[in-house]
């Protein structure tokens, strides 16, 4: 099996705008103990951002991978990183919105940490607002992605997605049933909540969640979040 990565010169820095967040480390720990699902996989990321993720799925052996980045400078970000790993020559990067970029090409694993958080704007990361905002209820991103999934999993195909707390998982196990699909919880964890992001919650939606998904002990904020795996109904994903 293909060696995972080292990552050999350092391209992100703690204070970089592309550093991994706690979801794609979460991301990253679900490919490594799952490496048979990787393997000569046609993979898709649907927003690579820092590249990390694209760039473990081919170390961990994936047959192609394809990355679909709206911003200009995550491609240019993820450029670097595969170029720095020798990852390119089984990689595709293509600027554009989601699905729409993807053709007719059918993919064998999809993944994505989708901007979730539930506000319409974040401030005081200097972040774009593509990168964490996902509207009121989180689901801006997450209900396209979601809603054309089916016209791009392949048969016995796998998605795995990041799946904040505000997003209501009964609402994703119901759009993913109406769409032949089934959506389980593979994981759960929980990741620090910065002051700035907790001010940008609305009162009705800090009031909803609040001990109930996010979380405070003394001044520190955490939110809770899942992996979630989709595949078709008739297909079952053993342990690998």
Not at 84 to 94: I, T, Y
Not at 115 to 127: L, T, V
Not at 226 to 238: A, F, G, Q, R
Request: hydrophobic share 45%.
């Amino acid at each position: 099996m293909p060696a995972v990565l080292g990552f050999k010169k350092a391209v992100l820095n703690d204070h970089n705008l592309f550093s991994p967040s706690e979801y794609t480390a979460a991301l990253l720990l679900y490919l490594r103990k799952h490496p048979a699902r990787v393997l000569s996989s046609r993979a898709l990321e649907m927003g690579p951002g820092s590249g990390v993720v694209m760039a473990t799925l081919l170390a961990l052996g994936a047959q192609s991978a394809v990355g679909i980045e709206l911003e200009a400078l995550a491609v240019q970000a993820t450029q670097g990183l595969l170029d720095q790993e020798g990852l390119r020559a089984r990689a595709s990067l293509v600027q554009g919105d989601m699905w729409s970029a993807c053709g007719n090409d059918c993919f064998d694993l999809v993944v994505t940490n989708l901007p979730q958080f539930a506000a319409e704007h974040i401030e005081g990361d200097g972040r774009l607002p593509s990168w964490s905002a996902g509207g009121i209820d989180g689901r801006r991103s997450v209900d396209p992605f979601l809603q054309g999934l089916g016209r791009h999993l392949a048969p016995g195909g796998l998605a795995v997605m990041t799946h904040n707390v505000f997003l209501d998982f009964s609402k994703t196990e119901a759009m993913a049933d109406a769409l032949g699909l089934r959506a389980r919880i593979a994981y759960c964890a929980s990741a620090p909540l910065p002051a700035y992001k907790l001010a940008c919650l609305s009162p009705q939606v800090r009031a909803r969640f609040e001990g109930r998904g996010i979380h405070r002990m003394g001044g520190y904020w955490f939110v809770d979040f899942d992996l979630v795996e989709i595949s078709w109904k008739h297909d079952e994903h053993e342990d690998a």
